[in-house]
């Protein structure tokens, strides 16, 4: 129970950094805290205590395996993890050179 | 014919490498590809009409794979009508974009980013796989938060910037959800969950799906705009190019949000009545808010996406109003709010391009100038009112007599109030803009060109004659797919 607990704690942390922090830097910090959580979350569900790789040497091999998918579940997701983080900073260095400044506050051409 | 299914993601992801590939030989080598290959789509979706008649199902199995254990391509009556919409709109946004994206430098890489946004939506319409869905999902947005800063000026990187923060969020609780479901279900396919749901014996179900309901609701609630979650959308929807802008309203916003919320919630989790009494809150909080949020507003484009959020209301209204003819209602609208809206945000980049501004106050008695333009808006504008003739009085008719029907009179007459509302902001863009006098500086505005006006006409056209839709089977083969609930998994796992 206590490591989705922990994981719970660690997209908690990266939610209050996106709500809470001004610089833009900090909240992409704080978007990718999220997805760790979530990404530990989807290894630990396929986590088996004391199980073994999921190779079947017999037909019926009754041993305890660890779940195979949510490993291959989470690699896609880390990859479309990157894929944002890379667009979210991408963006981050564009505004950077229109506006001068990472200040959240100082974004405030769009209101109404 | 279910082989041709994978095509809805092959071709268009497939276009989008062939035109990084051969851009540099031509310059209309972009153009051409990009619409031959919305076209090819659009004749393909209208194909598998008469497939899916009588509420049949086509599967394809991606690598022969059984059901629950490889990935499944599903399409039904309600796939079709969302793919005949999403392909359609698509087209025209397509061919208006020859035209418009002049204005702007590398319109290959557009071509590219439109493209793959397209494969993200044709593969959540037919995707049969929740985590398939995630992955469409995000392929989808990615491209979309690209697009909405395409031109990289000062307002679309802030509006990209808040979309993707508040929508990237969004997709990791989907996320989470997705997996939450696994570990209690231990499957992905959609079908098998709604089954496992159903026959579960242990009652651990219920809590589970309480909780999994929560997070998708505001999952899928963020990226269709639906009140509490919309403050990214009348920053991103205006900033975004004109084609792009009436993608995002017109279709993205209905498939990543209303059709995956109405997927999970009712052929996968089972509907219940407080999540239905959630999401007519949520429906009816956001028809008022977005109404009244849009009559105050001075730029064009930000009126038209305030409008979106408050017709994304009535269409949750529509399908979560439970009974037949209000889901037949939702579906019908959540089309021709598909049409319209499109249509006018296609008009909003008609004026921008001639007249170099959207500030309402800046404009005034184009009608002369652009006749074209003001006809096609003045359709869009009396349908997403709702008068009689055009499509948009008919679905809201249903949506009425659909919430009327199941005990919900306040909110029928909360819509019909709404509706009022609507008008009055749409007859304060057409006085602002197109009627009166000519302002000063506008004397040599000119007709949009060709492309333009023919995506506009044909748009046009199809609200006017919207109203047939719903003679003909499909809307109700589709609605009856959202009513059967959960039946949906006994059709498929046959």
Redesign the interface.
């Known amino acids: 129970m206590l490591p989705y607990v922990f994981c719970i704690i660690l ?1 908690g942390i990266g ?1 209050y950094t ?1 709500l809470t922090k001004k610089n ?1 830097l900090k ?1 992409v910090i704080g ?1 990718c805290l ?2 760790y959580g ?1 990404n530990l ?2 290894v630990m ?1 396929g986590y088996r205590w004391n199980g073994l790789p999921p190779i079947m040497l017999t037909p019926d091999d009754k041993t305890l395996f660890v779940d195979p ?2 490993q291959a ?1 989470v690699l ?2 880390i990859v ?1 993890g990157l ?2 983080t890379a ?2 900073l991408a ?2 260095i ?2 950077y050179k ?2 001068g400044t990472l200040d959240l506050t100082e ?1 405030k ?2 209101k ?1 | 014919m279910s082989n041709l299914i994978c095509l809805f993601v092959v071709i268009p992801l497939f276009t989008a490498f062939l035109i990084g590939i051969l851009y540099k030989l031509h310059n209309s080598v972009a153009d051409t590809l990009t619409n031959v290959c919305i076209f090819a789509l659009t004749c393909l979706s209208v194909l598998f009409v008469s497939q899916v008649a009588g509420n049949n199902a086509l599967v394809y199995k991606i690598g022969g794979w059984i059901p629950p254990f490889g990935i499944v391509f599903v399409v039904d009556s309600l796939s079709v009508l969302m793919l005949i919409l999403v392909n359609t709109v698509s087209l025209f946004a397509a061919i208006y974009s020859i035209s418009y994206m002049n204005r702007y430098t590398s319109k290959p890489y557009y071509y590219i980013l439109f493209l793959l946004m397209l494969v993200g939506m044709n593969g959540i319409i037919i995707t049969g796989d929740l ?1 398939n869905l995630f ?1 469409f999902i ?1 392929i989808a947005s ?1 491209s979309s ?2 697009l909405v ?1 395409f031109g ?4 679309e ?6 979309y ?2 508040i929508g ?2 969004a ?2 609780f989907i ?2 959800a997705i ?1 939450l479901l ?2 209690w279900g231990g499957s ?1 396919n959609m079908a098998d969950i709604a089954f496992r749901i159903n026959g579960d014996s242990l009652g651990t179900a219920n809590s589970m799906v309480k909780f999994v309901s929560v997070l998708f609701i505001f999952g899928f609630g963020v990226k269709a705009a639906i009140v509490p979650f919309h403050a990214w959308l ?2 991103a929807h205006p ?1 975004a190019p004109a084609p792009i802008s009436s993608m995002l309203s017109g279709v993205l916003i209905k498939v990543l949000g209303i059709y995956a919320l109405t997927r999970v919630l009712y052929s996968v989790l089972g509907i219940t009545f407080v999540i239905q009494n959630v999401l007519l809150t949520l429906g009816a909080i956001s028809m008022v808010a977005g109404a009244l949020l849009a009559l ?4 064009f484009k ?1 009126m038209l996406a305030y409008s979106s959020i408050s017709q994304v209301g009535y269409i949750i209204l529509g399908i979560a109003s439970g009974n037949f003819i209000g889901i037949t209602g939702g579906l019908f609208h959540l089309v021709n709010h598909g049409v319209f809206k499109s249509l006018l945000f296609m008009d909003a980049g008609a004026v921008e391009f001639s007249t170099k501004t959207r500030k309402l106050n800046e404009l005034g008695g184009i009608s002369e100038k652009m006749p074209i333009t003001h006809g096609s808006f003045l359709t869009g504008a009396l349908s997403i009112v709702g008068m009689p003739p055009f499509n948009g009085f008919w679905s809201k008719l249903l949506i009425i007599i659909g919430l009327a029907q199941s005990n919900h009179t306040g909110l029928a007459l909360l819509a019909i109030c709404i509706a009022v509302v609507t008008l009055a902001y749409y007859l304060k863009i057409e006085r602002s803009v197109f009627w009166g006098k000519l302002k000063e500086g506008l004397e040599f505005v000119k007709e949009a060109p060709f492309s333009m006006c023919f995506s506009m006409i044909m748009l046009a056209i199809i609200c006017f004659i919207g109203g047939l839709l719903y003679f003909h089977p499909i809307l109700k083969d589709a609605a009856q797919v959202v009513h059967q609930g959960t039946a949906y998994a006994n059709h498929l796992l046959k």
Do not use: C, N, W
């Open positions: 997209i939610l996106v833009l909240i978007f999220i997805e979530v979350f989807i569900v998918i949510p579940l896609t997701a479309i894929a944002t667009v979210l963006i981050v564009r505004v229109r506006y974004l051409r769009l109404g | 985590f992955v995000e990615i938060y690209a800063s990289i000026q000062h307002e990187l802030e509006a990209s910037f808040k993707m923060v990237e969020i997709s990791t996320l989470f997996i696994y570990a992905l009348p920053d900033s105050p507003q001075i730029d930000r």
